[in-house]
């Protein structure tokens, strides 16, 4: 009975899968664009090339890791929508330390570890305030989240026109690079780093492991689901909203790193790129079951450097993309709500 | 206008709440709803009030049958609720509160509306400012506004589910006087409490649900024990009961108090030795529930000493009473007892007293083998908790129980639960506290389980706790004219008067 029920479920998944795709088509018809040249120039603008491969596999890192960030915060029952801070804090901090190794002398690796742990600290910390603002001033994570988000950018572009600024030049394009050999090293040829597809995936297992293995994600699960109840139990509810939090920062945080250590090299202003919040729609999308956090997030991915093309071949706009990610989200929660629904009456 | 319920049955699951009620409410007449909770009142008033809809019967309004899909579909009908926790909108103003309910027009007709707000006002003498935002009135106040939103909807059937819990003395008597003079008006007035003599000073009728039936409609000149044996019933024969234990004391209370927004409970002095079991009897929200989390550390005393085995503990956190080996039961299975969403398995392991850092589900489906067994749990290790059947979750609750305990705290252990099984948790439950010394703090609605399982009673009367009562030496009957407000020395006089020859038990 419970597998019938798994395959009504991937069923349910696939028609809103289905739906998505046919109102996406439907937009573009209304644009006058072709719908499948459109979507076949996605697929080959994914996959045409090992490059673009590989372009696919590192974008999904960073979004790898903040999705296994958010399937905590939401096992514990939260809406981190700081996330987008929690990860500019991290690429604040790994920027910070790796500034003062700077002519130091030290290894490059000694300094890139100390870089990465920074980023990871830094997230951790921005992540601890969301979940402070809660437990002692009531303050709903998403209110905090959003302000705190703003902060983070505000931050950013303080540091990138004042003290981090690159010197003589009054640019918004980010900070002075970092010497190259603070950059995660890459593979021959290729721009990606496997050591951030290394940590990518090891964020989900752990994360994997902790959810179903061990007493912290279960009463993490258990003060998600009834916080009252749990008290009750004798789960200090409070305490593991806080580490919650903070777990999910340190995976944010580490995300940030990835983004200065093996994208950009230097802090620019957008340095999350909207990875936190893509990160919510896949945790979302998947059902807040973390197996499914790989396959989805390369395909988040793979739409993300799909549409690079489309503005170059059919002067469609790569937001394209935007509009599909958010299209299946929604329309995968409506069939879900449906299927609650039906479920109710019958 | 007259109110009639014909044959009207409700199921939520296995729980069958209504089961098939007929009762017919003149207009003007103001009839006393009563019964202990899970009775089935609200059940019934919210049918009326088209919260919910019943699974079979139908309602009548003048002989007419309707159909109320909905609230707003209750109020068209001319059927307004007074719900026990007022519902407005605190952050709004009181006219604003006033016009959220008007149905006409895009635009609302603040004129009229203030119009409509001081007319009601000066008929009832009701005083409310009507740029005053809700959440600065009393709990008074805004029943006020209610029952004038209502009436300003043109509400002919009102609803009043506890109204006067949380009000104050003249706040009562204003509210008494404008529902007398509604009825006078040919309104009906549909009156839910617990409290009897309110039903004396204002209720034309009563009638008295239990466990989902009608079981009895009472008319003047009434008579308490009438009530009593009516909601609470007491046809089970009390078996040989046990001497109390002559054990040390281990909790004490002293001039303890405790309120909550609606209660001031106390001051309390209460002694309990280790393995005494001391049941709470009364009228729900008198303040047994007060007590009973006070003693268990979710609620802090405003005032007065607890301590455990000689150590303090009015200052503890929950956790430490935890730790002290104290541990509390809640009625409210879903909300307060058992996450749902979880396997049995999942609640036992959470539940395990020393644990690792890796949950070590072998072990912990072991263990809910064997508490499945023992308790007869109808259900499987990965069962989700919300599936199971009430008394099940109640079996799985008391199998949370089972680490070795100096205090336990339940709010109504055996509710839910058939005869057999009430007869073998109590058997366990008895057995902990005269083997281990476990001091068990119960609440039951039923008056022959307090009787039957308790060394001594305290009956709780309006925030007040009558003097420790020696079980032997009192009865349901007894019991019933405490819960009702009669005074003890009273209560002595009157028992002694007419039952001279019965043995004390």
């Given at each position: 009975m419970l597998k019938n029920a798994r395959v009504v479920g991937l069923g349910a998944r696939l028609i809103g899968i289905g739906l998505a795709l046919a109102f996406v088509a439907l937009i573009l018809l209304a644009t006058g664009a072709p719908p499948f040249q459109a979507i076949s120039l996605l697929i080959t603008g994914a996959f045409g090339s090992t490059r673009k491969i590989v372009d696919v596999i590192a974008t999904a890192v960073p979004l790898l890791l903040a999705t296994s960030g958010l399937l905590i915060t939401f096992a514990a029952g939260l809406w981190n929508i700081g996330i987008e801070g929690q990860i500019t804090l991290g690429a604040i901090f790994t920027v910070g330390a790796l500034r003062l190794f700077v002519d130091s002398g030290a290894p490059p690796g000694v300094a890139i570890l100390v870089g990465m742990v920074a980023g990871m600290i830094g997230g951790g910390l921005w992540a601890a305030l969301a979940g402070l603002l809660k437990i002692y001033g009531g303050v709903n994570e998403i209110f905090s989240g959003l302000g705190l988000n703003f902060v983070a950018t505000s931050a950013t572009i303080w540091l990138i026109f004042g003290p981090w600024r690159r010197p003589g030049v009054g640019s918004m394009s980010g900070t002075e690079p970092l010497p190259p050999e603070f950059a995660l090293p890459q593979l021959p040829d290729m721009r990606i780093s496997a050591w951030a597809v290394v940590l990518s995936l090891l964020g989900v297992a752990l994360v994997y492991i902790l959810l179903r293995g061990t007493y912290i994600g279960l009463k993490l699960k258990a003060t998600g689901r009834n916080a009252r109840a749990s008290f009750v139990l004798g789960i200090p509810t409070s305490r593991y909203t806080l580490v919650a939090f903070v777990l999910c920062g340190l995976l944010a945080g580490l995300a940030g790193a990835v983004q200065v250590t093996a994208v950009y090299n230097r802090l620019i202003p957008s340095i999350s790129s909207g990875y936190g919040f893509l990160g919510l729609l896949v945790a979302m999308l998947i059902n807040y079951q973390v197996i499914w956090a790989i396959p989805v997030a390369l395909f988040y991915a793979a739409l993300i450097v799909g549409s690079i093309q489309l503005p170059i071949q059919l002067r469609l706009d790569s937001s394209l993309a935007g509009v599909l990610q958010g299209a299946l989200v929604l329309f995968v929660l409506i069939i879900d709500g449906v299927r609650q629904r039906l479920r109710e009456r019958g | 206008m007259q109110v009639e319920f014909r044959n009207i049955h409700k199921r939520f699951g296995s729980v069958h709440a209504n089961k098939g009620i007929n009762l017919t409410i003149p207009g003007g007449c103001i009839q006393g709803l009563l019964g202990e909770n899970g009775a089935g009142k609200s059940t019934l008033m919210k049918v009326l009030s088209g919260f919910i809809t019943s699974d079979e019967g139908e309602i009548l309004l003048d002989g007419r049958a309707v159909t109320i899909p909905s609230p707003a579909g209750a109020i068209e009908q001319g059927i307004g609720m007074l719900h026990q926790d007022p519902l407005d909108f605190p952050p709004l103003r009181v006219l604003d509160n006033l016009l959220?309910?008007?149905?006409?027009?895009?635009?609302?007709?603040r004129r009229a509306a203030l119009k409509a707000l001081k007319e009601i006002e000066t008929q009832f003498g009701f005083a409310l400012d009507p740029d005053a935002y809700v959440d600065t009135l009393t709990v008074g106040e805004r029943q006020q506004l209610e029952l004038i939103r209502l009436l300003w909807l043109g509400a002919r059937v009102l609803i009043l589910d506890e109204p006067t819990t949380g009000i104050s003395a003249p706040q009562k008597v204003k509210l008494f006087a404008a529902l007398r003079k509604l009825a006078a008006e040919g309104r009906t007035i549909i009156f839910v409490t617990h409290k009897l003599e309110e039903v004396y000073q204002l209720c034309h009728r009563a009638a008295v649900l239990r466990a989902g039936a009608l079981v009895a409609e009472i008319e003047p000149p009434y008579r308490t024990e009438t009530f009593i044996s009516a909601m609470f019933g007491y046809e089970i024969p009390t078996p040989p009961r046990q001497p109390p234990p002559t054990t040390a004391p281990l909790l004490e209370l002293k001039r303890v108090t405790v309120e909550d927004a609606r209660l001031q409970v106390g001051p309390i002095d209460l002694t309990v030795k280790a393995g005494e079991v001391i049941g709470l009897a009364g009228m729900e929200g008198s303040g047994q529930d007060l007590l009973l989390r006070l003693c268990a550390g979710l609620l802090r005393p405003t005032g007065g000493e607890i301590a455990l085995g000689g150590r303090a503990l009015h200052n503890a956190t929950y956790h430490q009473f935890l730790r002290s080996r104290v541990k509390f039961m809640p009625a409210d299975r879903m909300t307060e007892g058992l996450v749902a969403g979880l396997s049995l398995t999942e609640h036992f392991a959470l539940n395990a007293e020393v644990h690792g850092f890796f949950i070590n589900y072998k072990q912990a489906e072991q263990t809910a083998v064997e508490r499945i067994a023992e308790y007869s749990i109808r259900g499987f290790p990965e069962s989700p908790v919300e599936s199971l059947s009430g008394g099940n979750q109640q079996r799985t609750l008391l199998a949370l129980l089972s680490a070795p305990l100096h205090l336990l705290l339940l709010e109504h252990p055996t509710r839910g639960l058939d005869l057999e099984s009430a007869v073998y948790i109590w058997k366990r439950l008895k057995e902990r506290a005269r083997a281990d010394g476990t001091a068990i703090l119960f609440i039951s609605s039923d008056l022959d389980e307090v009787l039957q399982y308790s060394d001594r009673v305290l009956v709780f009367f309006a925030g007040k706790a009558s003097a420790p009562l020696p079980a032997m030496q009192t009865s349901v009957e007894e019991l019933g004219l405490l819960i009702g407000g009669v005074p003890l020395e009273t209560v002595r006089a009157t028992v002694e008067m007419r039952l001279p020859e019965e043995p004390s038990r």
């Open positions: - | 959220i309910g008007g149905r006409r027009g895009l635009i609302p007709d």
